[in-house]
Structures are given as C-alpha cells and as structure tokens.
C-alpha cells in the first residue's frame, strides 16, 4: 500500500487527517482501473481555484505501464478513471468548501 506525503494530500486539498486509518477493499474487477488512476496521481491539471481534471495525455502511458491491453479494455479503464476522477474533483471541492 502506498501511502500519500503531506505535500501531495495538501496539493489535492486534504490534510492528512482526512485520510484516517481506513482500509477500503478493491474489488478485483476494479484493480486494473484503480492502478491506472493511482499511477495518474500526479497527473492533475490545477488552477486559482485547485484542481480542474486529470492530464488524460498521460492516460496512455500510464496504462501501458500497468500492462491494460486491448481497445476494448482501455475504453473500460478509461472510463472507470473518468468516474474515480469525477468523485475526487467532488470530494476536493466539498473540502475547499468547508474551510
């Protein structure tokens, strides 16, 4: 398990008690999807007011690292990185929104 620096939570608007203790099952189904948008996690395109989407140039890189073959599977990937993304764009801004 890889575990997020302070620096990088706070570039995302977290702290790092945001980030708690809990350890949260991955379905098998969703672990190629998870690894590509974990690989991304650098991957944040940032403005005034925090982060606005992720750099989907580096899309294809990252799957190839992870090893996503196929058309097929990449557009399933892909959109399952475009669902975790949307849903982190919505926890970012609801923690900007409570300070």
Known sequence: MTT??????????FLPEDMGEEVIEIWAANEE????FEGMMTQWRTGMG??????YS????????????GKV??????????VME???????ADNRNDK
Do not use: H, N
Not at 4 to 11: E, F, H, I, M
Not at 33 to 36: C, D, K, L, R, T
Not at 73 to 82: K, N, S
């Open 33 to 36: 999807s998870f690894a590509v």
């Open 4 to 13: 997020a620096s302070t620096d990088q939570l706070s570039a995302l608007g």
């Open 73 to 82: 599977r990449r557009r399933e990937v892909f959109r399952d990185i475009r």
């Open 86 to 92: 949307k849903e982190a764009l919505r926890t970012m």
């Open 50 to 55: 925090g982060a606005t989407g992720l750099d």
């Open 58 to 69: 580096a899309v294809p890189v990252v799957m190839d690292m992870v090893g996503i073959k």
